[in-house]
């Protein structure tokens, strides 16, 4: 078995475990039984639960993220964005209501910033940085703060309600904040 075949098994049974079990409740034992793994085997990975928990995350969105950062494909971003909160209902909602919320909401924030910036780029050929991290951080915020309060929810909105007050909000937006930026120049 390859490193990350067995990463990948660990990640899924981290997932499995949140189906049934509180975050905070899920052992290494818990784990590392799902996966079919030793605990060695789970140490010589990841340090503790909280890296698996990071790494997962980060595996598992921000790694395909690439192909949807173009000003024509940020909307097929955001809508990844929801199938992954939506498939892993449980995994998220355990996350968001645990004591690594905050694991979460920054992995939230760095795939959306990510969309964004690949929009910004895709859009204009040279944008000033600070004019840059401003629209990544306004936009990006939006995106997550309506994730946020989605999971705050429980997920009770319909996936094609918020993507469509995404795009009312977003749709051309970054392209006119770009402009108002460079006219203010």
Same mark, same amino acid.
């Given at each position: ?41 789970? !140490?010589? !990975?990841?340090?503790?639960? !909280?890296?698996?928990?990071? /790494? ?17 494909? /940020? ?74 309060? /989605? ?12 993507? !469509? ?21």
């Amino acid at each position: 078995m390859t490193v990350d075949s067995t990463k990948r098994r660990l990640a899924a049974a981290l997932k499995k475990c949140t189906e049934t079990t509180p975050l905070n409740k899920i052992t290494i034992e818990m784990i590392a039984e799902t996966a079919q793994v030793t605990r060695n085997t789970f !140490h010589y !990975h990841f340090s503790d639960l !909280h890296y698996l928990l990071a /790494w997962t995350l980060d595996n598992d969105v921000i790694v395909e993220l690439e192909p949807y950062t173009k000003l024509s494909r /940020w909307q097929d971003g955001y809508r990844r964005m929801l199938d992954y909160v939506a498939l892993n209902r449980h995994f998220c909602l355990q996350c968001f209501r645990s004591l690594d919320r905050q694991l979460l909401e920054d992995f939230l924030v760095s795939v959306a910033r990510q969309m964004v910036q690949g929009v910004v780029r895709d859009a204009a050929v040279s944008v000033d940085e600070e004019v840059e991290a401003a629209i990544m951080d306004f936009y990006g915020g939006a995106i997550v703060m309506q994730l946020v309060q /989605w999971l705050a929810t429980g997920l009770q909105d319909d996936q094609e309600v918020l993507y !469509h007050r995404a795009e009312i909000g977003l749709d051309g937006a970054i392209e006119n904040a770009i402009r108002q930026a460079t006219k203010s120049e």
